[in-house]
């Protein structure tokens, strides 16, 4: 397990060549194919995502999107054997490229899990753990990032008397949004979202729901979910994939209620998947 | 059971097919053979019980005679008595001190200088042995590519399965003349050979326990840690290695206890002289080498003889808390890492 | 916010952890090289044939040899049977809230733990003293037969140390059996005996294997246990019955290094002697790995 294992990478413009024309968006993938070893994952994958807005990443269980959404922190980069085609491009430059430090890359481009992991420390060493090994020292500083991220993160008010205790003391809603507090310390431009609602009830999807909803207007969201009607509650664009195709993208509304492909209105109107 | 299978019964009488019948009849008698072995499957159960049990009961019955053996008049001195046990000598001549010389005019039992022994012995073993094996686990389960984790790994059972007695072989052979040429000592068989040369029979068992605790830490966690832009070194020395430390523990604990009852190792590197002090330098005789240096020439019956078992009592209870608490505090370890991020 | 100073602190803490793990894998092939250089040589089929000759200082070992494999064999056929069925009765029979189960789990794990010594203690306090003289007492009127230390008493006292490693390999291979198959079997009628024998414990042959060939390895290399229930040091002739005494290797080595008048002499065949002992545990221990990679292999292709 190594962050920046070494992968092959090939661009279409050449390794160090003049990037193709791009629409200047935060985050834009283009004509990305993915490989695992022999087996190929994603097929010619263009798609942009940008800044006050919040793209779903949507389709059934197996057909590419967490692993596109790995793709643009290259946590990917951690299973061996891979291979990327294509470039993907973070303010209009790969990230791919071998000048790229891929631990920045992770400090910019932040993820929240699936399944809430937060660390078996306390609360505030959890969300102080990122900018801690990014050099901040000073105390004071620390309580303020701890604090401003938990209000961001809609937990501060629920948590900053027991600062000090086990955050896996809290309730799996809350383990979340600690999470999400914690991707917010290091001041990330980026933040994917991997099915983040997915392990929680009702209430505390409608927290997280609206968390993103809050957080859109200063970051670039990201979100995967197989949740169709989240989809449509939290985001302004939508990607549908289906077995590692992107069949389209477009404005969440129009892919909600005009789509331009048949297999997306099949996904939508649930006749399968 | 017999009639179970009509069927095949009837085209078994039908074909004039003896022996099938035979066959269907005979499962009747097998219940009772079947509900034999399963008593036996129990009773073998009970016998891994009942063994730990006899252990304590047998070589207690040896030594406890100790309680309430009067000893034949005009033989007081040798009677072994509580103090005698813990307390020192006092002599005429000499300033008091802590002996054991149980072959003399008045044999002295005192258990001092085998557990000064036994300590310095260990002490030396788990200072040498416990840095090693807990860095080696490290690195081999978070920083090392797979094929030097595939040398390390095996290269450490080797180790395991190296018989003391060919340790002890080396360390008295080879490791005590290197010691005494290397440090200018005075005495080629000491603690320090004993202990180095124990310190290798223990690496393997806290390798091994500090591994498993390493490689339970959940992916999750170096997961979320390299999302957050943590690289190797920073994930394992501030998530990975934290979590892991009360795993790592209980796994010297278990070394240490270990490196207590360990025997042929010690009796033939430590120079086998019941010294009391804190030299370490020095010759030493732990609890378990005197059992096997002087079992064989005692008594059957005498004080000797039966202060011997009651060492080896000692030496059974000691392992027995260390082992049962060491296992409770893994067992408990790992309960509480899964049940945790099972939510 | 960029972290400077953690970069060389991080590499040369690996550097270390390297370091520590490469030590071991050197230490380990200094041990092993020092008794190949000076144990090879003397390892000649004269020497794994005859018996110690001029007091120690020739000949060959032997008497040790058949002493450690009369020894290991009397050992495995008493703890196979009672490993495995005490492995059966943990994970075929045992419910899971079982308190005696629980029992023997811990009484298991103890006995893993016990001192190799303290083992040699009960074999004396139990087998040699107890059952011993109570066998002379019944059956031979008081003479000394069974009463002193004989190859069988050091056997059965090698059975108890090594009968963890037999519950634990014969355990996992248990496990290792799908609950289909047994599920299969006992829909068809089987009774849950039948179905251990004739389809669970057939697929645990090589788990079993391993598990006595790990307990041979270990039982050849433990001297503490058998030095008072049974092993000398110079017999004339070879143990033919169970209540004889033996040589074996081990004991022999232990006390060829330290009771040799000169250790000079004796040096080279001391070596080849440890050189034996170590091959044959060797030999051992990676005959159970290749059968356990086979196994798993085969499972993984079923």
Known sequence: MGAGTPIRVETRAGQNGPTPATSGAKIEAMHVDFFYGKTQALYDVSLAADTSRVTALIGPSGCGKSTFLRLINRMNDLIPGIRLEGSVLL???????????????????????????????????????????????????????????????????????????????????????????????????????????????????AKIEELIHELKEHYTIIIVTHNMQQAARVSDMTAYFYLGHLIEFGPTVQIFTNPERQETEDYITGRFG | MAGVLPEAARIARATGAARSERVIARSRLSRLAERIVEGGVFLSAWIAILVIFLIFVFIGREALPLLWDTPQPGLEAEAVTLDRLVGPTYYSDRPPAYVWQPVSTVPKYNLVPLVVGTLKATVVAVLFAAPLAILAAIFSSEFAPRWLREIIKPTIELLAGLPSVVLGFFALMVLASWLQDLLGLTFRLNALNAGIALG???????????????????????????????????????????????????????????????????????????????????????????????????????????????????????????????????????????????? | MRRLGSQPIGLFFIALSALAALSVVLILAIILGQIVHEGWGGITWAFLSSAPDKGMRGGGVWPALFGTF????????????????????????????????????VAVANLAGVPAIVFGLFGLGFFVNFVGRNI????YGGELAYGQPAILWASLTLALLTLPVVIVTTGEALRAVPMVAREASLALGATKWQTILKVVLPQCTSGILT????????????????????????????????????????YHIYVLTTQSPNVEETKPILYSTVLVLLLLTFALNAAAIVIRARFRASVRTA
Request: aromatic residues 8%; proline residues 5%; glycine residues 8%.
């Open chain 1, 91 to 205: 303010d209009g430059e790969d990230i791919y490229a071998s000048s790229v430090d891929v631990v920045d890359l992770r400090r910019r481009v932040g993820m929240v899990f699936q399944r809430s992991n937060p660390f078996p420390k306390s609360i505030y060493d959890n969300v102080a753990y990122g900018p801690r090994i990014h050099g901040v020292r000073d105390r004071r500083t620390l309580d303020g990032i701890v604090e401003s991220t938990l209000e961001r993160a809609a937990l501060w008010g629920e948590v900053k008397d027991r600062l000090d205790s086990s955050a896996l003391a809290l309730s799996g809603g809350q383990q979340q949004r600690l999470c999400i507090a914690r991707a917010l310390a290091v001041e990330p431009e980026v933040l994917l979202m991997d099915e983040p609602a997915s392990a929680l009830d009702p209430l505390a999807t």
């Open chain 3, 211 to 250: 598990g006595a060939i790990l307990a041979v390895s270990r039982g050849a290399g433990e001297v503490a246990p058998i030095m008072f229930t049974g092993a000398a040091y110079f017999l004339p002739s070879l143990p033919t019955r169970l209540n004889h005494q033996f040589m074996e290797l081990g």
């Open chain 3, 136 to 139: 002379d007492r019944l059956l």
């Open chain 2, 200 to 343: 290798l029979a223990v690496i393997p068992i806290i390798f091994t326990v500090s591994e498993d605790a390493l490689t339970a830490v959940p992916n999750s966690y170096r997961e979320a840690s390299y999302a957050l832009g943590a690289n190797q070194w920073e994930t394992a020395s501030r998530i990975v290695v934290p979590a892991a430390v009360p795993g790592m523990f209980a796994g010297v604990v278990l070394g240490f206890g270990r490196a207590v009852g360990e025997t042929m190792v010690v009796l033939m590197a430590s120079g086998n002289a019941a010294i009391t002090s804190w030299n370490f330098v020095e010759p030493v005789r732990t609890l378990s080498a005197t059992i096997a240096a002087e079992l064989g020439e005692v008594v059957f019956g005498s004080p000797h003889y039966r202060v011997l078992f009651l060492i080896g009592i000692l030496l059974f209870a000691f392992t027995f808390v260390v082992n049962l608490s060491g296992e409770l505090y893994v067992r408990r370890l790992k309960e509480r890492l899964e049940g945790r991020t099972a939510g």
């Open chain 3, 70 to 105: 009369a020894l290991v064999i009397l050992m495995t056929i008493a703890v196979v049977p009672l490993g495995v069925l005490t492995a059966i009765y943990l994970f075929e029979y045992a419910r899971p809230d079982s308190r005696l189960a629980r029992a023997v789990n």
